[in-house]
Every structure is written in C-alpha cells, then in structure tokens.
C-alpha cells in the first residue's frame, strides 16, 4: 500500500522560499500517473496546488501560477513543490497525494513576518 510522508514546511517570511518534499513508499512513482500538491487553510476547503503527470503534464492554479513549481524524481521516488515568492495566504497546511489514492499526513507552511 502506497503510503506519503510530506516534509519541509515551516516558518518563512513573505517574500520568502520553501521546498516542500513528499517521500512515496509502498509503491514506486514510476507506476503513478498523477501526483499532487493540496493546501486546506483554517476555515477554508482544500484546494489544488500543483499536479504533475508521468508524462510531465503540469497545473496549477492562477493563485499560485509563476511561483510555485512541482516536480517528480522517479529515482528518488519523490514528489516536491518548490514554493517561491511567498505570500501571508499561502499559510496552510500542504497535503501530498496521490490521484485517487492516499494522502500524507500534511505539512504546516506558515507565512508570516
């Protein structure tokens, strides 16, 4: 069973970077056509961030559009999101999925000055 485990969140000022890593196991990503990046703010619903497909294919939202960017390593087995420019609404917690399957445990990503 496919199982993901994000790292990487933290504390950064606006304006500021994070590289977000998620860490697949259970299973090899090669296999996994798409992955995700999904945020949940206090109050609000979760939302899409980022998906990359084994074919490379990207989306992202407009809110997030020139700043963020997903990657996959297939050697690595891993799934990143390097988050650049960041914003006091960018703060939530970052979820790491895999389409149709499991979701990690989350990520907090505070932006805050």
């Known amino acids: 069973q496919v199982q993901l485990v994000e790292s990487g969140g933290g504390l950064v000022q606006p304006g500021g970077s994070l590289r977000l890593s998620c860490a697949v196991s259970g299973g090899s990503i090669f296999s996994i056509d798409i992955m995700g990046w999904y945020r949940q703010a206090p109050g609000k619903q979760r939302e899409q961030v980022a998906i990359i497909s084994s074919s490379g294919r990207l989306n992202y939202p407009d809110s997030v559009k020139g700043r963020f960017t997903i990657s996959r390593d297939n050697a690595k087995n891993a799934v990143y999101l390097q988050m650049d420019n960041l914003k006091p609404e960018d703060t939530a917690v970052y979820y790491c999925?895999?389409?149709?399957?499991?979701w990690g445990q989350g990520t907090q990503v505070t932006v805050s000055s």
């Open positions: 999925h895999q389409y149709m399957g499991p």
